[in-house]
């Protein structure tokens, strides 16, 4: 899966499918990254609260990738950078 994002909710959203996707419940993905399941809950619903190091870690147990790179994608002298 490959997604653009341009808003907040839309990583809400990511977020949430990928969590279905590994099948995994908010109180599963609570316990491996040590928050409430209700913590969960207000992540999906208002990204905009996450901290960079909790999306770090919530988009390695998702088993996602975080790649930062200029809109329209990289020019040749300028490469992407991935995480």
């Known amino acids: 899966m490959k997604q653009v994002l341009s808003t907040a909710s839309q990583l809400g959203q990511v977020l ?3 969590r ?6 908010q109180t599963d ?3 491996r990254l040590a928050v409430s399941q ?3 809950s207000h ?3 208002n990204p905009g609260s996450i901290s960079a190091d909790q999306l770090l870690a919530l988009i390695s147990i998702l088993g996602l990738e975080l790649v930062v790179q200029d ?4 020019s ?3 490469p ?3 995480w």
């Open 20 to 25: 279905h996707a590994a099948r995994l419940s």
């Open 76 to 78: 040749a002298g300028s």
């Open 16 to 18: 949430q499918s990928a």
């Open 38 to 40: 209700s913590r969960i």
């Open 43 to 45: 992540m999906e619903l």
């Open 29 to 31: 993905l609570a316990a």
């Open 71 to 74: 809109k329209g994608g990289a």
């Open 80 to 82: 992407a950078v991935e």
